[in-house]
Every structure is written in C-alpha cells, then in structure tokens.
C-alpha cells in the first residue's frame, strides 16, 4: 500500500464522518486523532473490517499534557495487522476532570492488564473494564505518579530544577 494514511483515512472518514478529528505521518507512522466517544467503534472497525484487518494491538498507553487545556488526557493504541505488516497509531484527548473513555478488552484481551497499568499510573477510567484495579501500586495511593503534577526534584533543593527534565 504506498499511501497508508490516506487510505485509512478516507475509509474512517466514510464510516465515521467528523470523529476523525485529524491525521498525519509521525515517524513513518499514520497517526489518527479520534473523539472519545467513537474511539471502541473505530477500533472495532479497523480490527473486523474485511481490508484493514487491524487484529493486533501491539500496545497502548497513557498521557498527560498539563498545558493541553480541556485536552489534558489521551490514550495512544498501536495497531498492527501482521498479514499486510501494516501499522497505525490511534489517539484519543481528553479533560482531566473526565477521565474515562471505552475499555478496548473485549476487542482486545491484552488491553486488560495494560488498561490496569494505565488507571493505575494516569487515572484513566475504563468504561466496561471487567476489574479496573490498581496493578503495581499500593490501593492506599491517593494519586497517580505518572501525572505531570508532581515535581521531580525535592523543592528546597536549589542545585536541581524540573527545567533540567524537560519541564
């Protein structure tokens, strides 16, 4: 397929109208922005639908963009169809004080654990996850470690700043 992105594109684009909210190349790599509300249709369809065949999800994981007004969460699933060696990238944003979006388990039982990790570590809520639970930290946790909301270095320090890893 010499024009992956494309092709992908319009096919989401027939189906699913304005919830593609953006695509583009990253790193040899199509990437598509969907809205939440139609991210488990749109993954349903790229792994049944007879040309795309997208059976793999090789992984997914969570962000945080604190400067991302209204937009401060997402989710990024990678996708793979082995037989046509075709891989794509799918992103979903989010605000913060509405984290939850549509567990992908039952497309996808690998998502299980990750789903679990991706609670644990951002507080991402997973609508229709069978046992969304804290994974590797301790349930007393108040809060979730990889939200950029934290500092990085002790503050009555004056020798360290979070400048130095990139914030």
Same mark, same amino acid.
């Given at each position: 397929?010499?024009? /992956?992105?494309?092709?992908?594109?319009?096919?989401?684009?027939?189906?699913?109208?304005?919830?593609?909210?953006?695509?583009?190349?990253?790193? %040899?790599?199509?990437?598509?922005?969907?809205? &939440?509300?139609?991210?488990?249709?749109?993954?349903?369809?790229?792994?049944?639908?007879?040309? =795309?065949?997208? $059976?793999? /999800?090789? =992984? /997914?994981?969570?962000?945080?963009? +604190?400067?991302?007004? $209204?937009?401060?969460? $997402?989710?990024?699933?990678?996708?793979?169809?082995?037989?046509k060696?075709? &891989?794509? #990238?799918?992103? =979903?944003?989010?605000?913060?004080?509405d +984290?939850?979006?549509?567990?992908? =388990?039952?497309?996808?039982p690998?998502?299980?654990?990750?789903? &679990?990790?991706?609670? %644990?570590?951002? $507080?991402?809520?997973?609508?229709?996850? +069978?046992?969304?639970? #804290?994974?590797?930290?301790?349930?007393?946790?108040?809060?979730? +470690?990889?939200?950029?909301?934290?500092? /990085?270095? %002790?503050g009555? #320090?004056?020798?360290?700043?979070?400048?130095?890893?990139g &914030?």
């Amino acid at each position: 397929m010499e024009n /992956l992105l494309q092709y992908i594109q319009e096919k989401l684009q027939a189906k699913f109208g304005d919830a593609v909210v953006s695509s583009e190349m990253s790193y %040899d790599f199509p990437v598509f922005a969907v809205k &939440r509300e139609k991210l488990f249709d749109i993954m349903k369809f790229l792994k049944e639908d007879a040309e =795309t065949q997208f $059976g793999f /999800l090789t =992984t /997914l994981c969570g962000v945080h963009y +604190p400067d991302n007004k $209204g937009q401060e969460l $997402g989710m990024v699933y990678h996708l793979h169809n082995m037989q046509k060696n075709w &891989r794509i #990238r799918v992103k =979903t944003f989010f605000p913060i004080n509405d +984290p939850e979006v549509s567990s992908v =388990t039952s497309l996808f039982p690998s998502a299980n654990w990750q789903e &679990r990790q991706e609670y %644990d570590f951002f $507080g991402i809520l997973f609508k229709g996850h +069978p046992n969304l639970k #804290r994974i590797l930290n301790m349930d007393e946790m108040n809060y979730h +470690p990889m939200r950029k909301e934290y500092a /990085l270095e %002790d503050g009555l #320090r004056d020798d360290k700043d979070d400048q130095m890893f990139g &914030r």
